[in-house]
Nanobody
Framework: DVQLVESGGGSVQAGGSLRLSCVAS????????MGWFRQAPGKEREGVALIDNGYRPRIIYGDSVKGRFTISKDYGKKTLYLEMNSLKPEDTAMYYC?????????????????????WGQGTQVTVS
């Protein structure tokens, strides 16, 4: 009943920028928390950024992306964004969008362990 579709990935040189989008298709009403995660080959999935459902949403960033990435959300368009600047080769990964209608936690580890979240199929980002 919930589909998340990511787009915007691609190949870019170090120092470049990309903007990822994630569109939520769902008959569910209400507001929800969303986030971006990434997984590089041979590594575990890690949290990139989370945004809650507040009017002035609380935002959490992973340490490795602070100051370079910006998460934002447009409820009207049911779209989540990730603006990525000053990209580094170590940012290369499959990037996944996730959503949680309960907004139970703003901790990356909870999202990674929970079975209550919805996940997209991912979009590849390659930085060379």
């Amino acid at each position: 009943d919930v589909q998340l579709v990511e787009s915007g990935g691609g190949s870019v040189q170090a120092g470049g920028s990309l903007r990822l989008s994630c569109v939520a298709s769902t008959p569910k009403s209400g507001t929800y928390c969303m986030g971006w995660f990434r997984q590089a080959p041979g590594k575990e999935r890690e949290g990139v950024a989370l945004i809650d459902n507040g009017y002035r949403p609380r935002i959490i960033y992973g340490d490795s992306v602070k100051g370079r990435f910006t998460i934002s959300k447009d409820y009207g368009k049911k779209t989540l964004y990730l603006e990525m600047n000053s990209l580094k080769p170590e940012d290369t990964a499959m990037y996944y969008c996730a959503a949680d209608w309960t907004c139970a936690s703003m901790e990356f580890n909870w999202w990674l362990r929970s079975s209550r979240n919805y996940w997209g199929q991912g979009t590849q980002v390659t930085v060379s």
